[in-house]
């Protein structure tokens, strides 16, 4: 999985709010193709998706459908990055769809395991079963956890919502463990509901790169600019961590693995996770 | 088949205290054989919670087994498998093999019997660091299993087994609330309910307490005393901000599929889902 702080969901019925200026931010594109849409409307879809990538030389391009419906989808698409599989809830789901995207593969002569998955968690079963899910197949590239107001892990689970209460909060960490275990660098957030909400969203979105997400779905353009700065380490976090290189550095030449800095104990973890934010500092073009 | 906000306890071997208990408008009462029961009064008990099950015919009456440990589970439910029996709460479960055991035996009963098969339900009483651990196989283990309940009383059996404080809303219990519930709700348990408090004197620690419980998902809790059961009852109902909620989601999503917003939230067919499920809960409480 590569990098991602922003993913700008598309409805595929309405695509043209790709054609907001705000829209180039997001660092990938998703064509929403989730809901069961009659098959007429679904073709209409498709063919925006298609189109639509065709106009995106270098940001990646995603769809999101049900399982079910994964293999039309991608064939119908054509070449894109992966597909945010919604609505599975166990591990033999998405071997299933691995399949289904394998045999699409074969069929366009694309490299094997190219097409990516993102499995969408958005019931308590998904949650549950998390881990499993992440490691059904070679080509899951992440998990998203999906905990949206109103939205369906909300419905099943029966509870309030808040952004930091604990109503959501077990599952929001335990769907992060699962991904971090997998070995997944990116664990993804789903969206914040509140559109015209910029403050709600800046809040949610510290709590969830606090937890651990690396970045979210985004539902609207206006909310990319804060997404993405959210998400990318500060100039401040950069220069503290290059300090603890350094100086770190100096001490194990000098035969200490451990030395104080700004009075806190640092030793090989911390230089383990300086050179984590410095490499995605890097990423997002803020370090050298 | 409607959600039980609150469960009234009584105690198996207090005849007027069984005798009254329906009366005390909680929506189910819970007649006792375990641990408000001496042990030397443990047949009377069976006898009397027998008798009124009979009796009371109509309510909605579950009783609560002595644990399997003790040996005394096979009398219990030889005594309580009877028409008005609604169902059983099974404590200090660890073992999902307990639960398949105490079906088998329920199942036996029915048959002997002739009561409806596969009628009678289990709640599990969640008390023990093993059932938290194993939350998912235990409300997996039967199909009977229609509830769990996470055993948080102060001074009660799981801080014992975990060696924990209490505290009325402090970190003791989010991740056990936060696993049981996610838990029971991927095994497909629909109402959760919560433990009891034990404070008779605190009812705003009861409120608090019950008002946490409700926000994070449980459905109905469990009561000691019947002056407990009105804040149950109304904690436990959707809140008319809620009805309003759901009405105004109900006017919103008449363009099938489509996503749609209220009052700034961008929603679709979960928030249906919901508001539905909130209206008929509201309709099957005020009938």
Redo the contacts between chains.
Sequence with gaps: MRPTRSLLLVPALRPDILDDPRAASADAVVFDLAEALPSEARRRGQENARERRGREPTRPCWIRAPAFYVEGDVDAVGPIAGVIVSGTQSAEEVARVDHAIAASESRHSLPPGSIEIIVELDTARAVFFADRMASAAARVGTLCFNGSEHGALQGDLACDWSIDGPELMFSRQYALVAARAADMDYPLDGPFARIDDLDGLKRDTEVSRKLGYRGRIVLDPKQIEAVNRIYSPTAEEVAYHQRVLATLETAIAQGHASVTLDGKMIDYAHAATARAVIDQARAWGIAP | VRPIRSFLYAPGNRERLIEKAPQAGADAVMFDLADSVPVAEKEKARTLVAAALQDLAGAELFVKLNDADGGRIADDIDAVAVGGLRGVLLPKVGDPEIVQALDAALTRLEAERGLGQGRIEIILLLETAASIVRA?DLASASPRVVSVCCGTAEGGDLSRSLGSAWSLDGPER??L???V???A??AGIAWPIDGVYTNLEDQRGLEVEAT?A????I?GKLAIHPKQIPAINRIFSPTEEELSWSRRVRDAASDA???F?VD????????V??AD?TLAQAAAYSR
């Design positions: 998912y989010t991740y609330r936060g696993r519930l996610l838990a709700r991927a946490l409700r926000r994070v998902g459905r599929g489509a996503a917003t700034g939230v961008t929603l679709g067919a979960a928030a889902a919901r499920a």
